[in-house]
């Protein structure tokens, strides 16, 4: 749905074409936008001391999180890319075992958040879909481990570091529940999002449906 | 080829080198030869997370006995194979980190529309980074939306990334240089095979 | 502050309930360590059953060749004259072991899994 065109050549369907392909590239500057709050995210959780290196926070994925009320899925997965991509290139692990784990982690519990996420929407808060996301993340991180690292061994530490990631992940969901009902900027891309959808849906119909156009 | 790109490929060429090592000794060698070439290209090298790597990793795998018993600790023995086994996974995690780091220290510019979208979230990173201000209590949220709203506008146009006129290509002491460290690997895997060196 | 909704709490429960249940099979477990012990006068040799593996253990006289195979360990070749050492068969169980006198090679299976009898163990072998 993002990336077609109308190629009606009529002046009013060349507007319309403009229109979606402006409003395409918008969207594409969103996910840039979100992907470059993970980059940043994953910095300062860098940048947290933590006593033991395992121990992790998982703030990378509030942009993801969120991303899940915004975007469709291929954008989610364009999104989870560019971060997983992003994070490989600015730690410089992009060749090693750890990028296959992170990589392995964010795109599973994307995934994971985006079923999840339509099939129990609207039973569940952000909590919910951060504790799915945190809990897959960790379980695919851990399996990745044992195969290609440490053996059975680490099966000793996973309790304790499922415990942490679900105690982390319910702050996040809670975060994220605030933000998208706090937030100007989140308020404005829903609503103009809504205002496209309404607008193609109705311009690949009828020919009338271009006076929503004015809305905006 | 384009300048950025370099390191790239010179890295993709070693790995093989390092991957296929046998020997421990050349591993360690191989190991340190990557330290030093990506501390030479600008990147830093941070003690304490690769102490804690190492460890971990080295404990983790001793826990899993196997072979010839060197000491014991308690109940607790610690093997020739098991440790073997150990330090080889921690220093190939180790090495493939630092030729990442290597890698990536030229600042690659991925070709296509994805590339493209990558320096866009690199650009907004670094705006993140730069713009934005610690803020006051019960203003979290709205200092966060000021940052978010002011990258809406620096849309890059189309153009701007062609324009940029600084495509570099490679000078010939460059290319020297990285064949030279690729040889290098090379030759540490090669000596690695040959089973001249004890710990193979 | 921030609205719970119904499938969160679910969630939470069931990850919570997750959770219990790991930190007990993983920590009340007696450690289930089965290991193979080699021993060559002072020198000794561990390895756990868990892995399928031929080893090579040197003695005065040579090499003795164990393999442990499916958490079973049998001895396949021995530079000793009788070689009763192989015909011993296979142990898998802690607390028993196979003997090469004239290698001066031990080798049991130690551990806190079930053993059959105390009758079997032994405490300590002098050559």
Redesign the interface.
């Given at each position: 749905m993002l990336f077609s065109k109308n190629k009606d050549s009529t002046p009013l369907g060349k507007n319309l074409h403009h229109e979606v392909v402006e409003h395409t590239?918008y969207f594409?500057?969103?996910?840039?936008?979100l992907?470059?709050?993970s980059?940043?995210l994953s910095?300062v959780e860098y940048m947290i001391p933590k006593p033991l290196?395992?121990m992790r926070i998982g703030l990378a994925n509030l942009p993801i999180i969120i991303g899940l009320s915004i975007f469709s899925l291929p954008e989610l997965l364009?999104l989870t890319v560019?971060k997983i991509?992003?994070q490989?290139?600015?730690n410089?692990?992009?060749?090693?075992?750890?990028?296959l784990f992170s990589a392995g982690g964010s795109l599973g519990s994307m995934l994971m958040m985006y079923c999840v996420y339509k099939l129990l929407g609207r039973f569940t808060s952000f909590i919910g879909i951060s504790i799915t996301g945190a809990m897959t993340s960790n379980a695919i991180q851990l399996l990745l481990a044992h195969f290609m690292?440490?053996?059975?061994?680490?099966w000793?530490i996973a309790p304790p570091f499922l415990l942490m990631g679900f105690i982390t992940s319910i702050f996040l969901g809670i975060f994220a529940n605030?933000?998208t009902r706090?937030?100007?900027?989140y308020a404005d891309i829903t609503t103009r999002r809504k205002i496209q959808e309404n607008s193609m849906r109705k311009s690949s119909g009828t020919k009338g449906g271009l006076n929503s156009h004015a809305e905006k | 080829m384009q300048k950025s790109n370099l390191r790239i490929v010179a890295?993709l060429l070693m790995?093989p080198a390092f991957l296929l090592q046998k020997n421990l000794i050349m591993m360690i060698v191989q190991v340190a030869f990557i330290m030093v070439i990506a501390v030479l290209k600008g990147?830093k090298i941070k003690p304490v997370?690769v102490l804690?790597?190492l460890t971990?990793?080295v404990l983790?795998?001793l826990?899993?006995?196997?072979?010839?018993?060197l000491f014991t600790i308690g109940s607790f023995?610690v093997?020739l194979g098991a440790l073997k086994i150990g330090l080889d996974?921690a220093l190939?995690?180790i090495g493939?980190?630092?030729?990442?780091?290597?890698?990536?220290?030229g600042r690659?510019k991925l070709p296509g529309k994805f590339g493209q979208?990558?320096s866009?979230?690199?650009?907004?990173?670094e705006?993140?980074?730069t713009s934005w201000k610690r803020p006051e209590r019960g203003k979290f949220?709205?200092s966060?939306?000021v940052v978010?709203?002011e990258?809406?506008h620096i849309?890059p146009d189309k153009d701007s990334f062609k324009s940029e006129s600084n495509i570099l290509y490679v000078k010939k002491i460059e290319a020297l240089t990285e064949t030279f460290f690729v040889l290098f690997m090379w030759a540490g895997f090669t000596v690695g095979i040959l089973d001249i060196l004890p710990v193979g | 502050m921030t609205k719970i909704k119904p499938a969160d709490v679910f969630i939470i429960i069931l990850t919570i309930l997750i959770i219990i249940f790991l930190f007990i099979q993983t920590y009340s477990q007696p450690q289930d360590s089965s290991?193979l012990l080699v021993r060559v006068n002072e020198?000794?040799?561990?390895?756990?059953l868990?892995?399928d593996?031929i080893v090579h253990i040197p003695g005065p006289l040579g090499d003795t060749v164990i393999h442990i195979q499916a958490g079973e360990t049998y001895v396949t070749e021995s530079p000793c004259i009788s070689k009763i050492c192989i015909a011993a068969g296979k142990i898998s169980k802690p607390g028993q072991w196979i003997v090469c006198l004239p290698n001066h090679v031990f080798i049991s299976i130690e551990g806190s899994g079930n053993s059959d009898s105390g009758n079997d163990e032994v405490d300590d072998v002098v050559f």
């Open positions: 590239q594409i500057t969103h996910i840039a936008i992907a470059a709050f980059l940043f910095t290196p395992f364009l560019l991509v992003g490989g290139l600015i410089g692990t992009i060749f090693s075992y750890i990028f690292l440490f053996g059975s061994s680490i000793i605030v933000f706090k937030s100007r900027w | 890295g790995i990147r997370p804690v790597v971990s990793v983790m795998n826990l899993q006995v196997n072979g010839k018993v023995s093997t996974k190939t995690l493939m980190l630092y030729v990442s780091q290597y890698m990536v220290s690659p979208l990558l866009k979230q690199f650009l907004f990173f705006h993140i980074v949220i709205e966060l939306d978010l709203e990258m809406e849309y | 290991e020198e000794s040799w561990r390895f756990t868990e892995d593996r």
